[in-house]
């Protein structure tokens, strides 16, 4: 089933087709929480949603790789553009992602550092930490480590 929030003025979310995953609403961001493989045909499916939640304003978007089993490099473009338009538009951007396998690309990719993966979405929703006087960059707020 795929959720998606009500649209508003500033915010149009595109829908994702049911076998690719799911878009719903979580603590004012958009999650975009996809399932199975990741490739050539499913990236095609899954880039209107991903642009939709991308497109206006300051974005808060949360990409969910957990029930992710295999993601090509047509994938990674995806992950890579959707980062890239969520940040050029002062927004945040979180990868969800703890399999080994995911990783490792993303590592040999040399976009692991880019990316700072979280293993679950719960750590996509902590809280950022606060600097004192310095503005923290979103890569800075996602690997600080959680409080004591």
């Known amino acids: 089933m795929t959720e998606i929030s ?3 003025a500033s915010s149009v979310t595109a829908p994702l087709p049911e076998p690719c995953g799911r878009v ?3 603590d004012g961001r958009t999650v975009v929480a996809l399932r199975d493989e990741i490739d050539l045909a499913t990236a095609a499916l899954i880039a209107p949603a991903l ?3 991308t497109s206006d304003g300051s974005p808060q978007l949360v990409v969910d790789l957990t029930e992710v089993s295999f993601l ?9 553009r959707a980062r890239r338009r969520v940040l050029d538009r002062d927004g945040r951007f979180w990868l969800v992602c703890g ?7 993303l590592r040999a ?3 692991h550092d880019l990316f700072c993966p979280v293993a679950t979405p719960d750590e996509a929703f902590r809280p950022a930490p606060v600097a004192s006087g310095d503005k923290v960059s979103p890569t800075a707020e996602r690997a600080a480590p959680a409080g004591p």
């Open 109 to 111: 990719g040399r976009l």
């Open 6 to 8: 009500a649209p508003t």
């Open 51 to 53: 642009d939709g939640a």
């Open 99 to 105: 399999c080994p396998r995911i990783l490792r690309l």
């Open 24 to 26: 719903y609403r979580r």
């Open 72 to 80: 090509d490099c047509s994938g990674l473009t995806l992950l890579c």
